[in-house]
């Protein structure tokens, strides 16, 4: 074995993490696993963002738990700038059905939106059923149980399904995974019946044939999926239209590094390439202000709490 020729490669990785001169280490936490949608994100807005920044980035997986665990890390981290959570809409749900030492809209302060996407309502394609509707309608006349595989317990599709059972009285029985792979992975090997993904994280699955989607929570059908119906055209209520991803700091942290984060995150969000590759995901980039991020999060956890009280959702 040729030392000479490894050493230098694993010297030239250790200078490559550590901060240069004059140069603050920051880190995105997510609570994705490595190589999942928010991952994919989070990794593009790091390499965009850090020469805008003048820091360092790195990428910090902290997945598990409904992704409460990175949440609860960056509360209680230093609000120095040093330290960003890169999330998705689940966030204001923390706590609803699960307890946690954090609170989701006060322990934080929004830097922006990444982007948005729609969901799609996938399948293993030897589920009896076209559709949605016909799927559970199917069910239904068998008098058989569905099985759901949901990303985490209190999570949005958790309570979105918990709302179509309520909807269609069937019988849904939740699976509860720490990731979306770990779904994505069991839906095409049959193991449950249906689940609930992001583009980014079913799309290609589905265009290979490996899955089938059953519907889609845009307001209108998408072009890469034409034959999917969107969801109210079935006739389902109550549907959120996209999820969304999103920056978040600590809550004491002061406003001109907010200030700060924003403005290079819309810049980054303005490059084309980048606009691209988060395309490539399945998502939207959307910049804005903190303020719409921080309204969105109240208004979000206001309205899963109504849907967990109305439909007396209880922890599984």
Known sequence: MKWRHIIPAALVSLL????????????????????????????ILA???????????????????????????????????????VTFNAHPLAGLLTPVSYDPVNDFRAIGFIGTTPYLIVANPGLPGKDLKEVIALANDQKRALNFGSIGNGTPQHL???????????????????SGSAVLTDTIAGHVDFSLLTIST????????RLKALAVTSAERLPDFPDAPAIAELGYEGFITDGWYAMLLPAQTPDSVVKQYNEALNKALAQPDVQQRIAAVGAAATPGTPGEVDQRIRDDAAMWRRVVEDNDIRPE
Do not use: C, W
């Not at 001169?21 to 696993?33: A, D, E, I, K, N």
């Not at 179509?164 to 720490?178: E, N, P, R």
């Not at 079913?202 to 044939?209: L, M, N, R, T």
């Open 160 to 178: 979105m399904l918990e709302r179509l059972k309520a909807q269609t009285a069937s019988d849904i029985l939740m699976v509860h995974y720490k």
């Open 202 to 209: 079913a799309g290609d699955q589905v265009k290979s044939g």
């Open 47 to 85: 390499e965009a963002m850090a020469p805008l920044l003048n820091r360092n980035i790195i990428v910090e997986n902290k997945p598990g738990a409904a992704y409460n665990i990175a949440a609860d890390h960056v509360a209680k981290s230093a609000a120095d700038g040093n330290t960003v959570l």
């Open 16 to 43: 490559a993490a550590l901060p240069a001169s004059g140069q603050p280490l920051t880190r995105f936490v997510t609570g994705s696993s490595p190589g999942a949608g928010v991952d994919t994100l989070t990794r």
